[in-house]
């Protein structure tokens, strides 16, 4: 990793931010706090505004042109489907110019979303910090250790490695063509996760008393020994009845789920089928077992379609 810039450096080193959104208002401060200078942000929203009052003060909300004009290195943090769009805009008006640096935080996109930034001379930078933002002061400790997934050409490996020392983060390179992967596997961990865990304590809240504090409590400690185990050991892990090949089991779950959490079942499915499949190909569950498995699965979802065709659940 190449050493922080140095403090006069910094203090030469211009932060513009369009989009004072969650991501972009926190870095904007950590950025501040490493010694550099932030010079503008834009934000339309309340929300936004709001948020760089809180934790830029003194910095102005500006209109994204002006915002582009006046620093080094302009940070995009707008939505993905914007993102090409905010591009293009900018350069069409001349506000991005040859030397800036551009950095954007999509997981999703790498350096082609920048092509127009890029042909006006920018040197361009895809940064993207692998964690949930909150959008308050309470993400910059979170930022220490940060995973953060840079895409760069090689002459601004340096810079972009540079600005993740000042975050107080940990560089990750991807690959252009890999950006789409690499955000799909945070996406699928991290927001497929939270569907889950909901789904999990709608279910044991209507087992037991109803309440959701009383299922958090109850699947914490559970929840959060198997997540260390599955990020330490992988599929040596996995525990539960499909890979101990407990066909009764796994039908009792289907019928309960299919009349006290209904909008659970084909979750629950899904990844049976996803955790069957790999207990088989690992050795667990004989192939005659995950059979009967994956046929008791596939009773549950035809019962469900034809439940549902009838009207009397939707």
Not at 33 to 38: F, I, N, P, Q, S
Not at 247 to 273: C, G
């Amino acid at each position: 990793m190449s050493a922080p810039l140095r403090a006069p450096e910094r203090a030469r080193t211009s932060i513009g931010v369009v989009g004072a959104g969650r991501v972009g208002a926190v870095l904007a401060a950590a950025l501040r706090a490493a010694g550099h200078r932030v010079t503008g942000v834009s934000g339309e929203s309340d929300a936004s505004r709001a948020r760089a009052a809180a934790l830029l003060p003194g910095v102005g909300v500006r209109k994204p042109s002006e915002v582009a004009r006046g620093c080094d290195v302009l940070l995009l943090t707008v939505p993905d489907d914007m993102l090409a769009n905010v591009a293009s805009m900018l350069t069409a008006s001349g506000a991005i110019r040859p030397g800036q640096l551009v950095v954007h935080t999509s997981g999703r996109h790498g350096l082609a979303i920048l092509e127009p930034a890029r042909e006006a001379g920018a040197r361009c930078v895809a940064l993207h910090p692998a964690m949930t933002f909150s959008g308050t002061d309470r993400d910059l400790p979170r930022l220490a250790g940060c995973v953060v997934g840079l895409t760069a050409e090689a002459g601004e490996r340096a810079v972009a490695e540079s600005l993740v020392a000042d975050l107080g983060g940990t560089p990750m390179w991807v690959a252009e063509d890999r950006r789409a992967l690499y955000h799909a596997g945070l996406a699928h961990g991290a927001n497929h996760l939270v569907t889950l865990v909901s789904e999990a304590m709608e279910m044991v809240a209507a087992a037991t008393d109803g309440s959701s504090g009383t299922a958090a409590a109850t699947l914490r400690p559970l929840l959060t020994a198997a997540l260390d185990n599955a990020l330490a050991h992988g599929d040596d892990a996995l525990t539960g009845p499909i890979v101990r090949g407990d066909v009764r089991t796994v039908r009792d779950h289907l019928d309960e789920i299919a009349t006290a959490a209904p909008q659970a079942l084909l979750s629950y499915v899904s990844l049976a089928r996803a955790t069957l499949d790999r207990a088989v190909l690992d050795g667990r569950v004989l192939p005659i077992r995950a059979a009967a498995i994956s046929r008791v699965l596939d009773r549950a979802v035809a019962d469900r379609a034809g439940t549902t065709a009838t009207g009397v659940e939707r």
